[in-house]
């Protein structure tokens, strides 16, 4: 009997006989990745079968249990296989399943079909064929479905993985990844950049009810050591591996590692475009073994709504990650030899392949190795955690790889059997009120479903005994869950209020500290300005003295007219906390009147008031020296620089906190010096 045709998506159809069919399913605890290495001979066909992907969703539809979903692809082949003498197709292709047929006269030792289930296979071996896979279509299978998580506030994780040159680069970034064209172009963009742009767009969709915000990072892991692929390259620290650390509550995490907030697809796609060449550059500088470094881009999205509907908060990250290639790690688990060299060349990549055999031994308590490399400590959540995994598995159609696609495609069918639980990404709070919620909605169908039934027959007989209590506890139940909703979303609004209130208050906080050394950061810049033109007739201690010292809070009208006759007189006016300070910048004659003996209202003319003060000779103050002096005013202009253009990142108010601190070290120095006395007339060196 002859099985139905294989999918006629291969030069060379073949049709598999039934009765040679032998199948095996994988078991559901799988044994060791090198149990499953050689298939016997004495089967003529080996089918490999992995349990059914299930997605089940939890009864509060907040969790989502699901297995890894695993896809596979086959490029076409290349120039180099086509001229390999005797090298041709051994893939066939029939809906989910990939049938690998070797040569009759294979070296590889195997000469039995083997036949994999996947949950989608895409055919990419010919472009003329209808059931060609294009990158859209890849995109539109695999990418869409994590995006859709992504909304829903779960952590997703893509990654790609397969032998040099199988295609997982293509698959996940495109064709010239460092060529905006490219990254931009219907036919050729890969996984990543269509994933970026289909999020900005929903975001945009999104943005009349929700605050979205999107983070990006992009690092490298190559021989255990990360390198953050979007460091600013001016820092000498842009090729310094980076360190992993574990906190306590959010797992592990990377040092230093950089994270830009992006606003718009294309600052996106630049970023993206960035880190590639970053990557580019840094395989040719350091060694050929581009294919031996694993990239993650991690997006992290941000979702919140306003106060009016407590559906709130929401973050999910997304990692999108192209792995080494696995050639040398193919047959590792059984032969030692080779598992030794796996180790030396890329530990992340054997972990991960013992990770993926302990997750999928699903025994409890198993212990799996996360630790052992730093790309499984990295993806633990994504591998055996809160994400939902794909795995997309990339393979070349010709026998000359035979062993390597083997070994990818067990793998992969391995990792289909790891069952991850995602739940959603929110605070215990908003968790509860969607909880109850979900409850109201299920007791309010329930008693719509009665109260239906019960108005299609008038008669009340209708619904028995049993069936009219059931009505009477779905009522109470729904009252009190409808009270328990009440109450937390009061809950939520008070706690959304206080926390809004200490906000708003930081938020004062931080704009006064701000204001003021904006104002001292001025006084300093034209103080400064006026000593660079004419530094050796400036007493400017003096007069830097009097724009630095507090202004009086009993300033009035009165004060300001004051002030503002002193000026017009070439006098300058300056208050501390309880005295006044008028000098004449030419005799270098001073006055002080303690503002509590002020009484101006007494004069009608400011000027008769001057002329009765007791003005005494000013001595000139010492006690820090020039040098002192220079290299304190040094250090505030270094930070003053640093500080244009201000930018309203965290490290602003830092910067403000330094220039406090140095203008306070500067005015107490300038304080002894008045107190000290003799002048010091000095040149600013800016
Ligand atoms: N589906 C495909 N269609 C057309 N060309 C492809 C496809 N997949 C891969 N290629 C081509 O094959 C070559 C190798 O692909 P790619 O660089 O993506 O492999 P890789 O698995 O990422 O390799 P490595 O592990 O060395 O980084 C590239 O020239 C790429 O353009």
């Known amino acids: 009997m002859a099985l139905s045709p294989v999918k006629s998506c291969t030069p060379r159809t073949r049709v598999l006989s039934a009765a040679i069919l032998t199948q095996f399913s994988t078991p559901k605890a799988a044994k060791p990745l090198a149990n499953h290495i050689s298939t016997p001979e004495c089967f003529s066909n080996v089918f490999l079968e992995t349990p059914k992907g299930k997605r089940r969703a939890s009864k509060e539809k907040c969790d989502e249990e699901c297995n890894l979903r695993v896809s596979v692809r086959i490029r076409p082949m290349n120039l180099t296989e086509l001229n390999v003498v005797g090298s041709e197709d051994v893939i066939r292709v029939k809906e989910k399943q990939i049938i690998v047929c070797p040569p009759k006269n294979s070296h590889s030792g195997t000469s039995v079909d083997h036949t994999f289930n996947y949950d989608h296979v895409f055919w990419s071996v010919d472009e003329s064929s209808p059931l060609f896979a ?97 460091a600013n390259p001016a820092q000498s620290s842009a090729r310094v591996p980076l360190k992993v650390r574990e906190h306590p509550t959010l797992g592990p995490y990377i040092v230093d590692l950089t994270s830009h907030t992006v606003k718009s697809y294309t600052e996106l796609r630049d970023f993206l475009i960035l880190g590639n060449k970053n990557r580019a550059v840094a395989s040719t500088a350091m060694n050929d073994f581009s294919s031996r470094s694993h990239s993650i881009f991690a997006i992290e999205i941000g979702q919140s709504k306003s106060l009016d509907d407590t559906d709130s908060c929401r973050r999910s990250k997304v990692s999108l990650v192209d792995l080494a290639g696995s050639e040398r790690l193919g047959t590792s688990l059984n032969n030692e030899e080779r598992m030794k060299q796996g180790v030396c060349i890329n530990k992340s990549l054997l972990t991960l392949g013992k990770c993926i055999s302990a997750l999928a031994e699903q ?115 729904l009252v009190e869950t409808e009270s328990k909703l009440f109450e937390a979303q009061q809950m939520w609004e008070q706690r959304f209020m206080e926390s809004r209130q200490n906000q708003l208050k930081e938020l004062a906080e931080a704009e006064k500290c701000k204001a003021e050394l904006e104002s001292k950061v001025r006084i300093l810049r034209t103080a400064n300005q006026q000593v660079s033109l004419s530094p050796y007739k400036t007493n400017f201690l003096e007069e830097l003295e009097g724009v630095l010292t507090y202004e009086s809070e009993c300033e009035s009208d009165l004060l300001d007219s004051f002030k503002q006759c002193c000026s017009d007189q070439g006098l300058i006016c300056t208050f501390n906390s309880d005295t006044l300070k008028i000098m004449d910048p030419v005799t270098r004659k001073y006055a002080l009147v303690p503002l509590n003996n002020l009484n101006l209202q ?48 965290n490290n602003l108010s830092l910067l403000y906190a330094r220039v406090n601190k140095t203008l306070q070290k500067f005015e107490s120095a300038l304080l002894n010096n008045v107190k000290s006395s003799k002048t010091v007339t000095f040149h600013l060196d800016t």
């Not at 767009?201 to 999104?206: D, F, M, S």
């Open 134 to 230: 294009k990158q859209e279509d890849i995109f539109l299978t695999i990418g869409v479905p994590l995006l859709n998580s992504a909304f829903k506030g779960f952590n997703a994780c893509l990654f790609a993985y397969g032998q040099t040159g199988s295609g997982k680069s293509y698959s996940m970034m495109g064709r010239n990844i460092c060529e905006v064209s490219d990254i931009d172009s219907q036919d050729f963009a890969g996984i990543t950049p269509r994933f970026c742009k289909e999020l900005f767009k929903r975001a945009g969709e999104l943005q009349s009810e929700y605050t979205i915000s999107i983070e990006v990072s992009y690092f490298e892991i190559y021989n255990e050591k990360i390198h953050d692929l979007l």
């Open 363 to 477: 025994k409890k308590n198993q212990f799996v190795p996360y630790r052992d490399s730093v790309l499984t400590w990295l993806l633990r959540e994504s591998l055996g955690g809160n994400s939902l995994t794909s795995m997309l598995a990339t393979i070349s159609p010709s026998s000359t790889h035979l062993d390597e696609t083997l070994s990818t495609l067990r793998y992969a069918c391995q990792a289909r059997t790891i069952v991850n639980r995602a739940r959603i990404n929110e605070s215990p709070h908003d968790r509860l009120i969607r909880e109850l919620r979900l409850e109201v909605e299920r007791l309010k169908a329930l008693r719509k479903d009665y109260e239906r039934r019960s108005s299609l027959s008038p008669q009340s007989e209708t619904l028995s005994f049993n069936e009219s209590s059931e009505v009477d506890d779905i009522k109470v139940k």
């Open 602 to 649: 007494k004069y009608e003319n400011f000027s008769d008031y001057l002329k009765g003060l007791k003005w005494m000779n000013n001595s000139a103050p010492k006690g820090a020296t020039k040098a002192e002096i220079v290299s304190s005013m040094n250090d505030i202009f270094k930070i003053l620089g640093n500080l244009q253009p201000p930018d309203e990142d």
